[in-house]
C-alpha cells in the first residue's frame, strides 16, 4: 500500500525558509523508476507543479521557482525534503508531495500526499 | 511554463454528458501522449482520474473518458452523478522536462 505524509511547520515569516518533509512507505526511490514530486495549492487557487527528484537523484524545478527550491531525498528514511527560500505572503498553500513513475514511462501523479497548510505571515 | 487553460466552470442536469477542454501548446499537451486529469473535492487531495490522453486507473469509473486533438485535451463525464461535483485539473510533460497543470474547471451538478 503506497501512502505519502507530508510534514512541516503550519506558519513562516516572510523571509524565512521553509523546509518541509515528505515521508513515504510502499515503494522505495531505490528503485528504478520512481520519483517523487512537490505541487502546491494557494487557497482557492489552481494546482502548481514544483520540483521533482528521480531514483537516479536527477533533479528537476519550476522554471518560474527554479532559483528558490532545493529538493533531495534520504533513501534510507523513505524522505524526500523540499526547501524554498525567502517566503513570500503569496506563497501561501497547501503543499501536497506525489509519486510518479517517470522511470516505467508513466508521467503521472497516481499516490498523493493529504497535504499541509503553509501560511506565510508575519 | 504558462498553466494549460481550462474553463473556470461547467455545469450539467444529472445524467448528462459534460466536456471539460484543457488546452497547451506543441510543448507540452500536443507534443506528448502524457496528459492526465485529476478530479479534487473540497479539502481533498486530488485523485487520477485519466492518465497517458485516455487511460482510466482501476476504479475509476467508465463514465469518466479523455480524448485529444492537437493542442486541446478533453475530459468528458457522462451520466453525470451528484458525487461528480467537483474541480478537475488536467496536467501535462512539457519540452522543459518540467510538468504543468490547467488552470482547473468547477463541475457543477444542476
Known amino acids: 500500500q503506497v501512502t505519502l505524509r507530508e510534514s512541516g511547520p503550519a506558519l513562516v515569516k516572510p523571509t524565512q525558509t521553509l523546509t518541509l518533509t515528505c515521508t513515504f512507505s510502499?515503494?522505495?526511490?531505490?528503485?528504478?523508476?520512481?520519483?517523487v514530486t512537490w505541487i502546491r495549492q494557494p487557497p482557492g487557487k489552481a494546482l502548481e507543479w514544483l520540483a521533482r527528484?528521480?531514483?537516479?537523484?536527477?533533479?528537476y524545478y519550476s522554471t518560474s521557482l527554479k532559483t528558490r527550491l532545493t529538493i533531495s531525498k534520504d533513501t534510507s528514511k523513505n524522505q524526500v525534503v523540499l526547501t524554498m527560500t525567502n517566503m513570500d505572503p503569496v506563497d501561501t498553500a497547501t503543499y501536497y508531495c506525489?509519486?510518479?513513475?517517470?522511470?516505467?514511462?508513466?508521467?503521472?501523479?497516481?499516490?498523493w500526499g493529504q497535504g499541509t497548510l503553509v501560511t506565510v505571515s508575519s | 511554463q504558462s498553466a494549460l487553460t481550462q474553463p473556470a466552470s461547467v455545469s450539467g442536469s444529472p445524467g448528462q454528458s459534460i466536456t471539460i477542454s484543457c488546452t497547451g501548446t506543441?510543448?507540452?499537451?500536443?507534443?506528448?501522449?502524457?496528459v492526465s486529469w485529476y478530479q479534487q473535492h473540497p479539502g481533498k487531495a486530488p485523485k487520477l482520474m485519466i492518465y497517458?490522453?485516455?487511460n482510466r486507473p482501476s476504479g475509476v469509473s467508465n463514465r469518466f473518458s479523455g480524448s485529444k486533438s492537437g493542442n486541446t485535451a478533453s475530459l468528458t463525464i457522462s451520466g453525470l452523478q451528484a458525487e461528480d461535483e467537483a474541480d478537475y485539473y488536467c496536467?501535462?510533460?512539457?519540452?522543459?522536462?518540467?510538468?504543468?497543470f490547467g488552470t482547473g474547471t468547477k463541475v457543477t451538478v444542476l
Open positions: 506525489a509519486r510518479i513513475r517517470v522511470g516505467y514511462g508513466d508521467y503521472f501523479f497516481d499516490f
Open positions: 527528484i528521480d531514483w537516479d537523484d536527477d533533479k
Open positions: 497517458d490522453v485516455s
Open positions: 496536467s501535462s510533460y512539457t519540452s522543459s522536462i518540467t510538468h504543468v
Open positions: 506543441s510543448s507540452d499537451v500536443g507534443g506528448y501522449k502524457y
Open positions: 510502499g515503494f522505495s526511490l531505490s528503485t528504478g523508476g520512481m520519483c
